[in-house]
């Protein structure tokens, strides 16, 4: 079993949906982040947090400790929101979950 | 202020050749790790170094080295090559370990 686990692995939305991608971790961590790649490679860090939620634009992130489980939600989904999201957890090292690869067709 | 630079950003190998990958951090930022992402494992650690020390190393074989210099800026080496080497070569750069990353574009290499 994957120490990080990402759901679901693709997504498909129309655009103006709220979208939810899940993450459940099984180690001790000390801070989790939410990471989005496009097609080329380049990845842009979203959201790193050790407890309860943070919001930026669109995107809210959140984070249960004793459940180990974060969800990253975007608002208002737009075809430029189309991307791979990554969950990666640190305890001694940063692990990282298989992604989610999110379509939003207009 | 420059984002995080890695050259070169794409390269052609041989097996059994040596390579050498560079990421030059944010201006300030004294950590640099390193990841390697192919379609199979998806993204994995490396190692990472903080002042010219290795703080932390991940499942790799010792063809698989790094280092940091006094300015920061990090090399990784990678000898020996295999075909499974080939892959996405990301690395990230923070102020001080566990704080806010910030990644790269990459070093795609392919390995023939």
């Not at chain 2, 420059?2 to 050259?7: D, L, N, W």
């Not at chain 2, 300030?28 to 192919?38: D, F, I, M, P």
């Not at chain 2, 300015?71 to 923070?94: H, P, Q």
Request: aromatic share 10%; hydrophobic share 30%.
């Amino acid at each position: 079993k994957n120490e990080v686990e990402q759901s679901p692995q693709n997504l498909t939305a129309q655009e103006g949906e709220f979208i939810t991608i899940n993450c459940s971790y099984s180690v001790g961590i000390s801070a989790l982040h939410w990471l989005q790649q496009h097609p080329g490679g380049g990845i842009v860090s979203l959201f790193m947090l050790s407890s309860g939620k943070k919001k930026h634009g669109r995107l809210i992130a959140t984070i249960n400790i004793q459940e180990k489980h974060s969800s990253l939600h975007i608002t208002a989904s737009h075809p430029r929101d189309s991307a791979v999201y990554i969950c990666a957890v640190r305890s001694e090292k940063l692990v990282f979950g298989k992604g989610t690869k999110l379509t939003v067709n207009p | 202020k420059a984002g995080v630079t890695q050259t070169p950003r794409y390269l052609i190998k041989t097996r059994g050749q040596q390579v050498t990958l560079s990421c030059s951090p944010i201006s300030g930022h004294r950590s640099v790790s390193w990841y390697q992402q192919t379609p199979g494992q998806g993204l994995q650690f490396l190692f990472e170094y903080f002042s010219e020390t290795q703080r932390n190393k991940g499942n790799f074989p010792g063809r698989f080295s790094g280092r940091q210099f006094s300015n920061s800026r990090s090399e990784m080496n990678v000898s020996t090559l295999e075909l499974g080497d080939s892959a996405l070569y990301l690395c990230a750069s923070s102020q001080y370990p566990n704080t806010e990353a910030f990644f790269g574009q990459g070093t795609r290499l392919t390995v023939v």
